[in-house]
């Protein structure tokens, strides 16, 4: 167990610094979860599948999640045309834009196991 304690070791120190230096902490905690057997070999694999799942996607022309021209009800284009009117403006009214547009897209999101 020498390799998993030294390495937990090393994450409490990084975390316990005044001065926490998130990257670093990031990357001990990642090198540490890739030393747990067959992890590699997970995530190869599902790197793998994306990269598939990417050409076919490239080869039939279609795309996860994307939008076409008109699929935009009326009212959702004007309440995104006055948010990007909103968010050119002064501070208050680019506040009110990006509250505006956090409601739209909580609105707009697929509710879970919906």
């Known amino acids: 167990y ?4 030294t390495r937990l070791l090393q994450i409490r ?5 005044s001065d926490i230096q998130r990257g670093a902490l990031k990357t001990a905690v990642d090198e540490a979860l890739l030393a747990v057997p ?11 599948l994306a990269a ?3 050409k076919y996607m490239i080869s039939t022309g279609t ?8 699929d ?3 009212d959702v284009a004007r ?3 006055e948010v990007n009117r909103l968010l050119s403006g ?11 547009l956090k409601v739209l897209t909580d609105a707009l999101a697929p509710r879970p196991g919906g």
């Open 2 to 5: 020498f390799p998993a304690v």
């Open 38 to 48: 067959g992890e590699l070999e997970k995530r190869a694999a599902e790197r793998t």
């Open 79 to 81: 309440e995104l045309s």
């Open 63 to 70: 795309m996860k999640g994307s939008i076409e021209p008109g």
């Open 90 to 100: 002064t501070l208050d009214e680019q506040s009110e834009g990006r509250r505006r």
């Open 72 to 74: 935009a009800t009326p």
């Open 13 to 17: 120190q990084l975390a316990a610094a």
């Open 52 to 54: 598939e799942e990417r």
